[in-house]
C-alpha cells in the first residue's frame, strides 16, 4: 500500500503540472533518419501551437450545406475572413495561451488571419521548460536536417483545453518516390515495353477535345510539394513541347508560394506540374513549394497555416502526401480535418492522392495483421484519388485497377453521410471481402475517384523518363479536369464546385467511367494472401465510382447549380 502511494505521489504530481495533447503520437524515430546530437540550450527553435476554434460544428454543418445541390445554399462560399469571424479562438482561449507563453518568456509569435494558429520563436531551453517531458535533437536523411523530439511533450493544465497540439516536436515527413527507386525497380522486374501514358493518351481516354481548354478570368489551380521536391521551369518547358503539341496550353507556372530550391529536379515535383498543366490545360497554375524551411517545421502543416492566411488562392489543390494514421495522434489529424473543413466552405477543392500501398498492411502482433489507412487521403473532407491502369497497355481502351492503388476505412473518422450508401451497397454486393478484423466498416471509406496511374512519361532533369506510376500521377490529372469544369462554371457565372464529395457521390458513377475489374494489394500473409479489396461495379475501395468522362461529367456538374 505504502509502496503505491509512494508511486502515485511520483506519477500523479507529473500529471498534476502537464497534461498530454497528444498521448496517441507515435514518437518513434522513423529508421531511415540519423540522429547526430542534442539541440544546444541557445539554438533557436520555432513551435506552431494550434489554438482550439470556436463553433466547429457549424463550419462542419456549414460545409455540407454550401457543398450540397439539393440545399439552398449551395455554392454559397464564404471568404477567409467569414471563415475567421465562424472559427476564430474565444478572446479567452487567445488570452490564455499568450499568457501562458509570455510567462515563459515566449513573445516572437505570429498569427495568421483566421488567428487559430500561432508561431513562436524561442531558444530550445524555452521550449524544453514549456513543453516538460521534450529533449530536441537534430536528425538527418539524404542531406536534409530536423529538429525533433524522441519523447512525448505535456503541456501546462491551464492551457489544455485551448489547445489542439503543438507543430514541430514529432512527425517526420514520409518518404516520398525517388527517381531512382523508379528506375530500379523497372529494371528489377524486367519492364516490358509499353506505349505509356502522355497528355495525348489521357486527353484521348477521358474525352477531352482540343478545344477543352481553360478560358475563364481568374481560374487557377495549384499542386503542393512538401519534401524537398523542386520542379524546374526548363523542365515543364521541354515536356510541352514534346507532348503538348495537340492542345493550347502554358508551359509556365504562374506563381511558386514558398521557397523554390535549387539542385536536382523531383520527380514528383515534374510529375504533377506536368500532368496538371495537361488535363487543365490553359489554366494559371501555382506551385506551393516548401512552405516550411526551418528545421523544427512541419512543412505540410505550414502549408495548411499559408492557406488560412492568404485570401487568394487557387480553386482547386491536387496533393501527393500521406503517411499512417495510426503514427499521427488523432488530435492532430482531427484538427488538420478543420482545416480542410475550412477550405472547402470557401469553394475550394482539396484532392489527396490514395496512396500507392493498395489496403496497406499494419503487423499487430506475431502472425495478426490488419489494413492500414492513410491520412490526409481518409479524411471525408477531402476527394481522394485512386489509381488505374490500361486493361492493354498498347490500347487506349478500357481500365481496371491499379493494384497499387489506396484503399480501405479510416480508423479515425466516422462514415460520412454523403457516402454511407454507396458503401454499404459495395459492402452487400460485393462476393468476396477480406476478414472483419483486417477493417472497420465504421469509417470514411476511399478513395472518391480515380484515373490512371502507370507508365507516365516525365520530363525531369531535362530527360523524358517513362515510367513513372502512383495516385500521385492520377491526382493531378484529376485536378486538371476538375479545373476545367471549374472554368465552364465561371463562364456561366456558377460558383466553384469546391469541396466535391457530396455532389460526387449524388452523381452515383454519372460521368465517370465505372473500373470493376481488379483486385489492390495488402498483407503478404497467410489470411489474404496479398490481396485487399477488389474493384465492383459502382462505387469500390479501390477505384471510387471510377475515372472521369469529360464531356459527361461536365455536362452532370455544370447543370443550374
Ligand atoms: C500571415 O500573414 C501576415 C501578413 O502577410 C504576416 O505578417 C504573418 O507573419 C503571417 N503569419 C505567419 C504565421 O506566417
Ligand atoms: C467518351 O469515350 C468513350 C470511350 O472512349 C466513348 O465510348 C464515348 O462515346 C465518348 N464520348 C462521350 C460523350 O461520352
Ligand atoms: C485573380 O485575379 C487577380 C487580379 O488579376 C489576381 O491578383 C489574383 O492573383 C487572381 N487570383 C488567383 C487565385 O488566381
Ligand atoms: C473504427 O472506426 C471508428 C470511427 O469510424 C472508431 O471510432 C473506432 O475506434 C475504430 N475501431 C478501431 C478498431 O480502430
Redesign the pocket.
Known amino acids: 500500500m505504502r509502496i503505491l502511494l509512494a508511486f502515485c505521489v511520483l506519477i500523479c504530481s507529473s500529471l498534476v503540472l502537464g497534461e498530454h495533447l497528444e498521448a496517441d503520437q507515435d514518437i518513434l524515430i522513423p529508421e531511415d533518419w540519423t540522429r547526430v546530437g542534442r539541440i544546444a540550450p541557445t539554438e533557436k527553435l520555432e513551435l506552431t501551437f494550434a489554438l482550439r476554434q470556436q463553433n466547429v460544428d457549424q463550419l462542419e454543418h456549414l460545409l455540407l450545406l454550401v457543398s450540397d445541390p439539393e440545399s439552398a445554399q449551395y455554392g454559397k462560399h464564404l471568404t477567409l475572413e467569414e471563415v475567421s469571424a465562424l472559427v476564430r479562438p474565444s478572446q479567452l482561449t487567445q488570452k490564455v495561451v499568450r499568457h501562458w507563453l509570455q510567462s515563459h518568456g515566449v513573445t516572437d509569435c505570429q498569427t495568421i488571419l483566421t488567428q487559430d494558429f500561432l508561431q513562436c520563436t524561442m531558444n530550445t531551453q524555452v521550449a524544453e521548460a514549456l513543453l516538460p517531458g521534450i529533449e530536441f535533437h537534430r536528425y538527418v536523411r539524404d542531406g536534409i536536417s530536423l529538429v525533433r523530439s524522441s519523447s512525448a511533450y505535456q503541456v501546462h493544465e491551464d492551457v489544455l483545453q485551448h489547445l489542439d497540439f503543438v507543430g514541430g516536436v514529432h512527425r517526420f515527413p514520409p518518404k516520398g518516390q525517388d527517381l531512382n527507386e523508379v528506375l530500379t525497380k523497372r529494371r528489377r522486374s524486367g519492364a516490358k515495353f509499353h506505349l505509356g501514358n502522355t497528355p495525348a493518351t489521357l486527353r484521348s481516354r477521358y474525352n477531352l477535345t482540343a478545344a477543352d481548354v481553360g478560358s475563364a ?4 489551380q495549384a499542386v503542393a510539394q512538401f519534401l524537398e521536391q523542386f520542379y524546374h521551369p526548363a523542365d515543364l518547358a521541354e515536356f510541352m513541347t514534346l507532348f503538348g503539341r495537340s492542345f493550347q496550353h502554358l508551359s509556365k507556372i ?2 511558386v508560394v514558398g521557397v523554390q530550391g535549387a539542385g536536382k529536379a523531383g520527380l514528383e515535383a515534374s510529375l504533377d506540374v506536368e500532368y496538371i498543366m495537361s488535363t487543365g490545360a490553359n489554366i ?1 497554375t ?1 506551385v506551393f513549394t516548401n512552405p516550411g524551411r526551418h528545421e523544427t517545421q512541419e512543412p505540410f502543416l505550414q502549408w495548411m497555416l499559408l492557406l488560412s492566411n492568404m485570401t ?4 482547386v489543390h491536387t496533393i501527393s502526401y500521406g503517411d499512417d494514421e495510426d503514427s499521427l495522434s488523432s488530435a492532430y489529424m482531427m484538427r488538420i480535418n478543420t482545416e480542410f473543413m475550412k477550405a472547402g466552405v470557401r469553394g475550394i477543392s482539396m484532392l489527396f492522392a490514395s496512396g500507392d500501398s493498395g489496403a496497406g498492411c499494419r503487423h499487430l502482433t506475431k502472425g495478426e495483421n490488419s489494413f492500414r489507412p492513410s491520412f490526409p487521403a481518409s479524411s471525408p473532407y477531402v476527394t481522394t484519388v485512386g489509381g488505374t491502369s490500361f486493361k492493354n497497355p498498347f490500347k487506349v481502351t478500357y481500365e481496371v485497377t491499379d493494384y497499387i492503388s489506396g484503399g480501405g476505412f479510416s480508423n479515425v473518422f466516422k462514415m460520412p453521410d454523403y457516402q454511407v450508401g454507396a458503401v454499404e451497397g459495395y459492402l452487400k454486393a460485393v462476393s468476396r471481402l477480406p476478414p472483419k478484423t483486417y477493417f472497420n466498416t465504421s469509417g470514411r471509406a476511399y478513395p472518391d475517384i480515380a484515373a490512371l496511374s502507370d507508365n507516365y512519361w516525365v520530363v525531369t532533369d531535362r530527360v523524358p523518363i517513362p515510367w513513372v506510376s502512383g495516385t500521385s500521377a492520377s491526382t493531378p490529372v484529376v485536378g486538371g479536369i476538375l479545373s476545367l469544369i471549374n472554368d465552364q462554371r465561371f463562364l456561366k457565372g456558377l460558383p466553384s464546385l469546391g469541396f466535391l464529395n457530396p455532389r460526387l457521390y449524388q452523381l452515383q458513377g454519372q460521368g465517370l467511367f465505372d473500373v470493376t475489374d481488379g483486385c489492390h494489394l495488402s498483407c503478404l500473409d497467410e489470411q489474404v494472401q496479398g490481396q485487399g479489396f477488389c474493384a465492383a461495379p459502382s462505387w469500390d475501395p479501390v477505384t471510387g465510382w471510377g475515372t472521369p468522362n469529360y464531356p459527361a461529367l461536365l455536362a452532370a456538374l455544370v447543370l443550374e447549380k
Not at 478570368?217 to 487557377?220: A, E, F, L, R, T
Not at 487568394?312 to 480553386?315: L, M
Open positions: 478570368q481568374n481560374n487557377s504562374d506563381r494559371p501555382w487568394d488562392i487557387p480553386w
